[in-house]
């Protein structure tokens, strides 16, 4: 499974796809509330497995690559997740975690779209 999303562009927010005005962009961006949230949502749904309610305490931009010829780059989201369970109110951070994360600039949107990982399923065989 992975995560993707969009992040839509105004005329005025258009990045020139150069590799420093792309790293500015990504981390202006991402400081917008809205966009924040679509991340912080990917990589809570990313980890949400470890049970429990995530919920990311911090995020940073890392390691940003970009091929201006394509139009497409990566970069590593570094972030902290702190998970809650409700009934027992037991809290558990995980902090310093890492996701690899590729992207591609249009002139009205930025696509994101995170690596795979994959969600434990239980199967009817562990019941017995």
Not at 4 to 26: G, H, M, N
Not at 61 to 72: E, L, R, S, Y
Not at 107 to 127: C, L, M, P, Q, W
Request: one cysteine or more.
């Amino acid at each position: 499974m992975k995560e993707i999303f969009d992040i839509s562009l105004s005329s005025a927010e258009y990045i020139e796809p150069t590799s420093e005005s792309v790293a500015k962009s990504l981390n202006t961006l991402f400081f917008e509330k809205v966009n924040a949230r679509k991340i912080s949502f990917a990589l809570e749904r990313e980890n949400s497995h470890d049970g429990g309610a995530p919920d990311v305490s911090r995020f940073e931009i890392q390691n940003i690559v970009f091929d201006a010829g394509t139009k497409q780059g990566t970069f590593t989201a570094a972030y902290d997740i702190s998970y809650f369970w409700g009934c027992s109110g037991i809290n558990k951070d995980q902090e310093s975690l890492k996701s690899k994360w590729k992207f591609c600039v249009y002139a009205d949107k930025i696509s994101f779209e995170g690596s795979e990982y994959n969600v434990h399923d239980r199967s009817t065989f562990e019941e017995f």
